[in-house]
């Protein structure tokens, strides 16, 4: 897929600019293996699931009216989805239905997709019985197979709930801004942190805890895990200050007032203490 191939370029350019020599570590991932031949299966069924695929790894091209960012599912799902620490959709499907303390209501899995094409996407949401809707279903129970209906995740860790921006500012300059640019607005095809091409303020990345969970893990991209947890805290808290769209309705969300400490807006409902 060129798209891969020219990130893939790109990312390792990243990488040798300012160090010179190529890092063992480069890829975001090593532990996925890209469904083939014999593990999807043939068929309308194989044919879907790749498609599937496809959407969550070039969701602009595959939905170009449904994304308002130059964000791809695979922005942040990493590995296609499969990467252990980098939010991952694998048993995803075996999840839901389930009650979400956001919309403070049961949610199919189709609502949950939805959330992120809204939020992390920026964009619009697709019918249920859409067929692009129908084939990023059909891959996420690909990728849940052998995973119990009922299994409640892992989830994004929990932490502090805020950080020290100024510091982040530095810690982003040394480590981020050679992929993500100086403002942030990403060096296509790596993605934009902030600005009014990146997620809004209502997607789960725009929470300090979640943003510092995913960058301890997975960024820099090529040296992942190489932050200290402060050094991960203080950069997402620059980032989540950054200005991002803005998200109508984002008051409504956690109705029950049960909205987390790190929710970046004020809600109707009220929030929680902070632990
Ligand atoms: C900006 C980052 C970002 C992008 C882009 C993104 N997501 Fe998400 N997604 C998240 C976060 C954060 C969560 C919440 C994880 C949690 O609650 O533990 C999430 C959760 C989900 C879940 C629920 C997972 C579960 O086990 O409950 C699904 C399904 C999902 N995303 C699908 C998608 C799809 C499909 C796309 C593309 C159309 C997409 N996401 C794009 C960040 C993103
Ligand atoms: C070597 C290049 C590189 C470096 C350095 C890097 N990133 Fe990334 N980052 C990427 C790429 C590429 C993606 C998207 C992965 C994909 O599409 O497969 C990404 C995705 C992200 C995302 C989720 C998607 C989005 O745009 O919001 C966040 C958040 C993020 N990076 C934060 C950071 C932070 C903070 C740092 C510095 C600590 C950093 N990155 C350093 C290349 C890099």
């Known amino acids: ?35 083939d031949g014999s593990a999807v299966p043939g068929g309308e069924l194989g044919r879907s699931i790749r498609r599937g695929h496809a959407i969550l790894a070039a969701t602009r091209d595959s939905l170009p009216s449904h994304v308002g960012s130059t964000l791809r599912c695979t922005s942040c799902h990493l590995g296609d989805g499969r990467q252990k620490d980098a939010i991952p959709l694998t048993g995803a499907y075996a999840r839901y239905p389930r009650y979400g303390a956001r919309a403070a209501a049961i949610q199919r899995i189709e609502d949950r997709i939805n959330d992120c094409l809204l939020r992390s996407l920026n964009g619009s949401a697709l019918a249920f019985d859409d067929p692009a809707m129908r084939d990023i279903v059909v891959y996420l129970a690909f990728i849940s197979r052998g995973v119990p209906v009922g299994d409640t995740g892992r989830g994004v ?69 190489s932050l200290t947890d402060l050094d991960a805290l203080n950069v997402a808290a620059y980032v989540t200050s950054r200005p991002r769209p803005d998200f109508a309705g984002k008051e409504r969300d956690w109705p029950r007032g049960d909205a987390p400490p790190d929710a970046p807006y004020t809600t109707l409902g009220g929030r929680r203490s902070p632990q």
Do not use: K
């Open 1 to 35: 897929m060129r798209y891969l191939l020219v990130l893939t370029v790109a990312v390792a350019a990243c990488d040798r600019a300012p160090h010179g020599s190529a890092s063992a570590a480069v890829t975001a991932d090593t532990s996925f293996r890209a469904p």
């Open 157 to 225: 860790p929990g932490g502090p709930a805020a950080g020290d921006a100024v510091a982040g500012a530095q810690v982003f300059r040394s480590h981020c801004a050679r992929c993500h640019g100086a403002e942030g607005a990403g060096i296509a095809p790596v993605p934009p942190l902030w600005g009014s091409r990146s997620f809004n303020i209502g997607a789960g990345m725009a929470r300090v805890r979640t943003a510092a969970a995913f960058i301890r893990h997975n960024m820099p991209l090529d040296r992942a895990g």
